[in-house]
């Protein structure tokens, strides 16, 4: 369309304005082609009318629709020119706080001069791994471009940095280097990342320096190359710098600094290592105090001195190094405040004893005569001789300043050169990324020859970016097969060729610098002779005689001619040389020999190379300018970029106060016309800006098509018939493969014609909304109005009827007709009375034989229930009785066993001490031997027998002492048992009652639970039948639906000539399709709703029916019903265009629906049909039953014949008590003979061995009798054990007697509806039995257990044999690698995980660590624990990136710390255990120590997995939490046309959706409980994904500006719901995971929530706790609206929610981090799990292992 139809009533306009460049004005009044005047209406409702030229159209630029404003990328724009670029980055930097904008391929940076929290290491992970344009702009995105090119296509690339001083040039190539330090890192322990981050505060101090513009100025061009390996990791890295300004160092205007290092190294001067420099106050010294102020607001230089040493260390530069720069630096500073005094005109002097002089000449070992001499003297050559000549005081000011530029020029070069030493690198560089920080064009008020060189750089790369944006255009036409146009643009070579070309400015410099007598007139007057008036780009100033000037391709610029050939030769007096070469300080005397090489004196005044050190010598035959040098390191850089691919930043300085995020539009115009912003925005215009996917464009301006137009199926097709039906000029657009081509102002258009069509369809959905309510008031007043008129009119006819006959007649008629009424009502009554007194009498006689009915009946049940009750009660008693009875009985039983038990511990003491006797009366005999032979020998050997004889009376009176003590403790142990005994039998009472209480009360709960479920069940028949009754309806109407369409499109055929009138009422009924289809959608939401409460219904019945039977509902299994229609039927279903089509699809649609409701029916009577039969044999189950029960009479008696039997067999049991009092009775006799045996060693001591052998061969005879009886308890005890197992065996039978008697019970309690008193009775009753045959079995059982202890006693007294396995394996020493290897290396945990128990690996290795400490060998258990922790340890370690294989092993390795814990014998841990357990506790060793190790390693395998769980759902959360659309109909993403860089798409990303991340977790929840892994761990597993997903989707969110919207914080809400849904599906309710997502839920609903008034603002800081005061505002200034209706967030209301945020304290951090990872514990869970039972499966092939 015509560029002039744009200017319509309600578009926007940009005029020029002279404070803010352009100006905002609403078009108020359509333009008309041909009128000279466009009316216009500005911002503040001031009215306009604009001149407009009508011949040549020039009408002021439109503006884009407010859609588009505030767009990630400038090129997106549908109008693209200079207002539209300036007004889109202040709404960005001013409303949203957005520094970053792209543009097209640069990077626009402004300066916010404040700090942002958007450069942490949270930020540059975010930003790792992301395309280009996916998140918000950034400087981290370019270096993640450029890092991700090189990786793709190992191709170089360059990073270039320009922009003003204090644009922020330094800060931007600074943040590039620490991103790639950062997402790079090297395995090496050199760390040369932080090396190459250190190089820069070094560069910095020296190089950079405050400015009117910037307090942290870079004075020299930068360009670094960091090198990679094939790996991609940080390897080293290289600098070159580019023309230092060396005049600063002796000059600097007011306000300004001198180099940062100088003003640092004062600071420092007190500290004692600095003493010997003679330093003091900045203030003191001429160089540094020229500007007036040496203090930067907030910096302090003392600390950044000591940062500056730091990086100095770090780069491995020594101490004696950097002290010798200290001291160069410091002779510097003296040097400029040495005194020249001078003599007369043409002659100075320097005092010998000045003491700066002084102070110089020490530092730098120098003479001081000589330097006094020096300064102040100069060598001129002639063609003779040499001559020597004083300097006037002038020059030798300038000759010291040019030695003190020249000094520190040198320093500069070596110490960079240094740093390129530290920064090499051994190994071949495989890549490189440079970052170049170099000067962005300057023009300032005086321009001399450094900003000539800095122009001159700047005109070289915009030439280089411009052929760069022209291939990347020309890349992107032939990628979408689009034919090529070459575009006009303003080349800028003619300038090149102007400074550099033969005969340019810069050679016809140097020819002057080479002149004896050149100077700057006869410079000028050749650049006026060749240049003015022959070349348009050079001109003459009208008022300055010694200037020029050159029209770049930023602006004009005006340069002064003087001081341009002093600059440009940079000379330094050959005298002064000397002097230096002289000099003791080896690092001065080294700056000035003779033997320098070519690179040197580049890198002095120019840049460095790394590789050739050295320096250029300053004889004049070899002797080169210095723009020369520069021309020459300029085309070895252009070389370099050319090479490489590049990226551009171009950075941006928003006012010249240093305000933060203000906004001065003239100064930005300026600076986006000097770095070739606007010349990027005007060739792409006048190509195809906006590109649009066909996608993008279909979902956009769906709006805009028609039904004819959604018919087709592809959209692509779609796209271009809709394009070519709504612009009408095909040179507007183009159609690509993937994209959509626009020129500029088509997508404005596009859009304009999009609200329009929702303008008009808000009218008309208003129009008929007011016209409802118009219409319904009205309906209202009618009805009102016709009610008041009836009564007017009747209230009238009454007025004119009315007269005195007529009343009379009315009056008559009263009297008479109340006469007859009163006679009819009479007549009526007798009649009521008549038949009232009838009814009375006989229901009175019916109530009262009823009454005397019941009476009677009462009478008979009560005396039935005295009966009933009394034989219960008796029945009752009984039970209890016999209950008791038992119960005694086995009291008894146990107390017999016990005192049996009690006995053979006796005998077995008796027997010791007869064995110790026996041994003191042969060791008795001897001596009385001994006795016998001294007697006869000598009188005095008897007086020693007679004594030791005495001695031995005395010993076996205190062992009978000893034997009475221990009687009498056995006694009270006795008593002590008793009690015990007692005490247990009263607990078992009260445990009896409570069982017996609880089984009742099941029996209650099951009888309503039966009957609760027949209740339903009826319920569900009736549901069933009323839904099958409405599907039949549903199918009639159908049907009928169907016959009349039938009858129409038959019609259709036979009427021609109606044809026209029928399309008409077709059209109309066309409208019912989508009410037919919705119809559709609900029957079958219906039917899903019914299957699903169906099968949770059956789901119930069956789980509780398999309880009361296994017999019923088995092979009930609930059918497919749902049918759906096929696609082409929906298809043709959806479709307007033809309404042939339409009907057939609505004839298929009823024969399907048909169809599915025939089968949906029969499937409903076939069903009905089952439960009939089910209910049938219900009823004949119950039949069976009640037989069952009659024969339950007979089982009972049989029971109670088994119980009286067994109780006869109980009898038994007195017998072993008259056992026990017979061995009572010979432990007596026994005291009593060993009690006589020592009254007679008393009275003689001769008969002592008679008696002893006596006695000995009696307790011989004693001992034979015990064992006898020991014998003939053994046989008795068979005996017993073999009637034990035949009761054992018959109650087994009982058992499962009474087990299938209690199912058929339980059987006939749910299902039988009628059961009389007496069957419930017996069901009580077999209960009781089956408790009282539960408790004779365990009685049996311990009986069984003590005969056994008794036999084993019997059989062995030494040592009891072992019939069971102890719960240990034996692992010899040889065969502990094949253990590692079979169980831990080489297990899978996905062959063998189903066919073992959870844990087996760990119960394995804890039974093998058992038998190394119950062998007691320190070294086999050390060997063993340190071989399994190793084995796990190599495992993890081996497959760190498998999931499954590490889950396997956290919940081994927890399972194996538990068993450590559980089996340590500490009571903490030993509270849950059984007996059986706390006996196999570890009994030799302490295992703490272990314990901690084996705790560590879990650790560090549960930060392994949540690793790789991160690891795998990372990818995901982005594109299924931001991007996928999970609300199908409700579209939240805003298409902008941006156009990405191609490379950024080179593979095709997977497609992630909610329901991936829901897979995702299922998968990990799945595995991990397969492995038996804990679920507290579990828990914190799932709460940790659960952050890490909230986490990088709200950081996602903070940067990225285009998801900020409504409808995305619902997308997010749905499928934060699905998130909670899952975890109440899993019963991880209580993990806290949902606590987490908390800060995301918040922002999802600041998303949605209203933001106008003052409430908002109250309720967002109220709901917004868990999201700080940065983060809150971040959002609202980064809100999107989707369309034009929604609206932006004002600033005010900004403020306001800032304001009010104020007093909360929670940080400035913007960012989450996504790596914290809360504190892991592992709960304390006992094993119920025996040992001893556990069975080793083949597959593990532990055969080695030996059970014990």
């Not at 600097?252 to 290092?261: A, F, K, V």
Request: contains cysteine.
């Amino acid at each position: 369309m015509a560029v002039a139809e744009l200017y319509t009533k309600y578009n926007s306009v940009w005029i020029p304005d002279p404070d803010e460049v352009w100006q905002s004005a609403e078009i108020t009044k359509d333009y008309k082609k041909g009128s000279d005047v466009l009316h216009l209406q500005l911002e503040d409702g001031t009215e306009l009318e604009y001149p407009v030229d009508p011949v040549k159209l020039f009408l002021p630029p439109l503006r884009n629709p407010d859609i588009l404003v505030g767009e990630n990328d400038l090129t997106a724009l549908s109008y693209l020119h200079e207002p539209a670029v300036l007004h889109n980055l202040k709404v960005r930097f001013v409303d949203s706080k957005l520094i970053y904008t792209y543009c097209g391929i640069i990077l626009v940076a402004i300066n916010p001069y404040k700090e942002i929290p958007i450069y942490g290491d949270v930020i540059i992970h975010a930003y790792s791994g992301q395309n280009m344009g996916d998140m918000d702009p950034h400087i981290f995105a370019v270096a993640e471009e450029a890092y991700k090119q090189m990786a793709r296509k190992n191709r170089n690339q360059s990073i270039i940095v320009s922009g003003e001083s204090g644009a922020g040039k330094t800060v931007s190539a600074r943040y590039a280097m620490r991103y790639f330090a950062t997402v790079s890192k090297s395995s090496s322990k050199d760390c040369v990342e932080d090396k190459v981050l250190a190089s820069n505060p070094i560069t910095e101090a020296i190089g950079n320096a405050k400015t009117t513009r910037n307090d942290n100025s870079s004075r020299f061009g930068k360009y670094t190359e960091i090198s990679f390996d094939n790996r991609y990791r940080i390897i080293g890295a290289n600098m070159r710098t580019y023309l230092l300004e060396k005049s600063r160092v002796v000059f600097q205007t007011e306000s300004e600094r001198n180099y940062h290092i100088f003003y640092q190294l004062c600071a420092s001067a007190d500290k004692s290592e600095f003493k010997h420099l003679k330093l003091g106050v900045a203030e003191n010294f001429s160089y540094v105090n020229m500007g007036g102020n040496a203090v930067i607001d907030g910096v302090n230089d003392r600390t950044d001195f000591t940062e500056t040493q730091k990086t100095f260390s770090l780069l491995g530069l020594k101490e004696n190094f950097q002290m010798d720069i200290f001291k160069v630096l410091a002779g510097i500073l003296h040097l400029g405040n040495v005194e020249i005094r001078a003599l007369s005109d043409e002659k100075s002097s320097v005092k010998h004893d000045d003491h700066h002089l002084t102070v110089f000449c020490e530092l730098l070992e120098l003479k001081t005569e000589d330097m006094a001499y020096g300064l102040c003297h100069r060598k001129i050559a002639t063609a003779s001789d040499t001559v020597i000549k004083p300097m006037t005081k002038v020059q030798a000011v300038n000759a010291r300043d040019a030695l003190a530029k020249h000094i520190y020029s040198h320093l500069f070069s070596y110490i960079v050169d240094h740093i390129n030493k530290a920064l090499q690198f051994s190994g071949r560089q495989h890549t490189f990324i440079g970052v170049l920080d170099i000067y962005g064009f300057e023009t300032f008020d005086v321009n001399s020859f450094e900003q000539f060189c800095i122009n001159y750089a700047n005109e070289k790369l915009q030439q280089q970016f411009n052929l760069h944006v022209f291939k990347l255009e020309q890349d992107e036409y032939m990628k979408e097969d689009i034919p090529w146009t070459l575009i006009e643009f303003n080349d800028n070579q003619p300038c090149i060729d102007l400074i550099e070309a033969k005969m340019g400015i810069l050679e016809l410099l140097d020819e002057e610098c080479l002149l004896p007598l050149g100077t700057e007139e006869n410079w000028l007057q050749k650049l006026q002779n060749n240049f003015l008036n022959k070349n348009p780009l050079f001109e003459k100033p009208r008022m300055m005689s010694k200037a020029f000037i050159i029209q770049h391709f930023a602006d004009k610029v005006q340069y002064e001619c003087e001081g341009f050939l002093e600059k440009n030769r940079d000379t330094l007096y050959e005298e002064l040389i000397n002097v230096l070469k002289k000099s003791k300080f080896q690092l001065l005397a080294d700056f000035f020999q003779d033997n320098e090489s070519s690179t040197g004196s580049l890198n002095a005044n120019i840049k460095v190379r790394a590789a050739r050190p050295g320096f250029k010598s300053f004889n004049k035959q070899h002797r080169t300018t210095v723009g020369s040098k520069f021309r020459n390191s300029l085309h070895l850089l252009m070389e370099t970029l050319n090479a490489t691919t590049p990226h551009y930043v171009r950075c941006i300085k928003p006012n010249d106060s240093k305000l933060p995020f203000e906004y001065d539009s003239k100064r930005v115009v300026q600076q986006l016309r000097a770095c070739g912003v606007l010349e990027t925005i005007r060739i792409s215009a006048q190509s195809y800006p906006s590109r649009w996917t066909y996608f993008e464009f279909f979902s956009r301006y769906r709006i805009l098509m028609s039904q004819h137009d959604l018919a087709i199926n592809d959209k692509k097709q779609i796209c271009k018939e809709v394009l070519q039906r709504l612009i009408q000029d095909p040179n507007q657009y183009h159609f690509g493969k993937t994209k959509i081509f626009f020129r500029a102002g088509q997508v404005a258009y596009l859009e304009k014609l999009r609200a329009d069509r929702l303008r008009a369809a808000s009218v008309t959905i208003q129009k008929n909304l007011r016209c409802w309510i118009q219409r319904k008031k009205f309906l209202e007043l009618k009805r009102a109005t016709a009610v008041i008129q009836q009564y007017v009119r009747g209230q009238r006819a009454i007025r004119h009827v009315l007269n005195a006959t007529t009343l009379k007649q009315a009056w008559a008629a009263v009297i008479i007709q109340k006469h007859w009424r009163r006679f009819m009502v009479c007549r009526l009554y007798q009649l009521v009375l008549v038949a009232t007194v009838t009814i009375q009498s006989h229901t009175r006689g019916w109530l009262a034989r009823r009454q005397y009915n019941k009476m009677v009946k009462d009478q008979k049940a009560l005396v039935i229930q005295k009966h009933v009750r009394a034989w219960l009660v008796r029945r009752r008693y009984q039970s209890i009785r016999r209950f008791v009875l038992n119960i005694q009985l086995s009291f008894r039983v146990k107390q017999l066993h016990k005192k049996l038990e009690e006995q053979s511990k006796e005998n077995k003491g008796l027997l010791e001490r007869l064995t110790s006797l026996s041994t003191l009366h042969s060791a008795d005999t001897g001596k009385f031997q001994k006795i016998e032979e001294e007697l006869k020998k000598t009188m005095t050997q008897k007086k020693f027998i007679e004594d030791q004889m005495k001695k031995s009376k005395a010993k076996t009176e205190q062992t009978l002492s000893e034997l009475r003590k221990e009687t009498l403790s056995l006694q009270a142990q006795n008593e002590k048992l008793k009690q015990q005994h007692q005490e247990q039998t009263q607990e078992i009472k009260k445990k009896m009652e409570q069982i017996a209480q609880q089984h009742l009360d099941d029996l209650e709960r099951e009888e309503r639970q039966r009957r609760k479920l027949e209740h339903n069940f009826q319920i569900q028949k009736e549901d069933y039948g009323n839904q099958i009754e409405a599907l039949n309806d549903e199918i009639k109407l159908l049907q009928e639906e169907r016959i009349q369409l039938q009858e129409k499109i038959q019609e259709e055929y036979l009427a021609n000539e109606s044809l026209r009138k029928e399309m008409a009422q077709l059209t109309n009924e066309a409208l019912i399709i989508p009410k037919l289809k919705g119809d559709i959608a609900t029957l079958e939401l219906k039917k899903q709703g019914l299957e699903m409460c169906l099968q949770n219904q059956r789901k119930e019945m069956r789980e509780k029916m398999e309880e009361i039977t296994q017999q019923l509902l088995g092979g009930l299994e609930g059918e497919e019903l749902r049918k759906r229609l096929s696609p082409e039927d929906m298809e043709q279903l959806n479709e307007d265009g033809e309404l042939w089509l339409a009907y057939e699809g609505l004839k298929r649609a009823s024969r399907v629906m048909e169809l599915h409701i025939q089968s949906q029916k029969e499937n409903y009577e076939k069903e009905i049909e089952e439960l009939s039969f089910k209910i049938d044999h219900l009823s004949e189950d119950t039949t069976r039953l009640q037989q069952k029960f009659q024969e339950e009479n007979h089982i009972n008696e049989n029971i109670r014949l088994d119980l009286t039997r067994l109780a006869n067999e109980n009898m038994v049991i007195p017998e072993l008590k008259l056992q026990i009092l017979e061995l009572q009775k010979e432990k007596q006799e026994i005291e009593n003979h060993l009690k006589g045996q020592v009254v007679k060693m008393k009275e003689k001591m001769e008969e002592v061995t008679d008696q002893l052998q006596g006695n000995l061969e009696e307790e011989g005879l004693q001992r034979r009798l015990l064992e006898s009886e020991k014998d003939s308890c053994a046989k008795e005890n068979v005996e017993l054990l073999a009637k034990v197992r035949k009761l054992q065996n018959e109650n087994t039978q009982l058992l499962n007697r009474t087990q299938t008697d209690s199912t058929i019970s339980n059987r006939m309690q749910q299902e039988a509806s009628q059961l009389t008193m007496e069957n419930l009775d017996l069901e009580e009753q077999l209960d009781q039995k089956e408790k009282q045959i539960r408790k004779l079995q365990n009685q049996i059982k311990s009986l069984t257990k003590t005969a056994e202890k008794v036999n084993q006693t019997n059989a062995n007294l030494n040592q009891a044999v072992r019939k069971e396995y102890l719960g240990m394996l034996e692992c010899k020493t040889e065969d502990e690698e094949k253990l590692i290897k079979n169980l831990i290396l080489d297990l899978k945990p996905r062959g063998v995980v189903v066919n073992m128990i959870p844990g087996l690996p760990a119960y394995i290795m804890f039974m093998c660590v058992r038998y190394a400490d119950d062998s007691n060998d320190a070294d086999m258990l050390k060997s063993m624990m340190n071989s399994l922790i190793g084995g796990i340890k190599e495992v993890t370690k081996n497959h760190n990136e498998d999931f499954e294989i590490l889950s396997f092993w956290l919940s081994n390795s927890v399972h194996f710390l538990n068993c450590l814990k559980q089996y340590s014998g500490e009571e903490e841990f030993m509270k849950h255990n059984t007996l059986q357990q706390n006996n196999q506790c570890l009994k030799n060793f302490d295992l703490s120590e272990y314990r901690q190790i084996l705790s560590d390693l879990a650790i560090h395998i549960y930060q392994q997995v949540i690793q790789v769980m991160e690891d795998d759902l990372q990818p995901m959360i982005v594109p299924g939490m931001l991007e996928h659309e999970s609300l199908q109909g409700i579209s939240s993403m805003k298409p902008t046309g941006l156009r990405k860089r191609s490379s950024s798409f080179l593979d095709e990303v997977e497609q992630y959706t909610i329901s991936s991340i829901l897979q995702q977790l299922s998968y990990y929840y799945t595995t991990m409980c397969q492995h038996g892994t804990d679920t507290d761990l579990i828990k914190q597993a799932i709460k940790q994904l659960f952050f890490l997903i909230g986490a990088i989707t709200l950081n996602n969110l903070f940067l990225r500006k285009d998801m900020c919207s409504c409808r995305k914080g619902m997308q997010i809400r749905c499928n934060i719901s699905y998130l909670e849904e899952w975890l109440k599906e899993k019963n991880m309710q209580s993990s806290s995971a949902k606590e987490t997502l908390e800060s995301l839920s918040q922002a999802a609903w600041l998303l949605q929530v209203n933001k106008t008034t003052d409430d908002d603002v109250k309720e967002i800081s109220e709901r917004c706790s868990s999201l700080s005061s940065v983060q809150i505002v971040k959002i609202l200034n980064s809100y999107t609206p989707i369309d034009d209706f929604e609206k932006r967030v004002a600033p005010s209301f900004v403020r306001k929610v800032q304001s009010q945020l104020n007093s909360r304290e929670d940080g400035s951090t913007l960012i989450i981090d996504a790596k914290y990872h809360f504190q892991v514990t592992f709960p304390f869970n006992p094993s119920s799990q025996a040992l001893e039972t556990i069975q080793i499966p083949s597959s593990l092939k532990l055969n080695f292992l030996t059970r014990i």
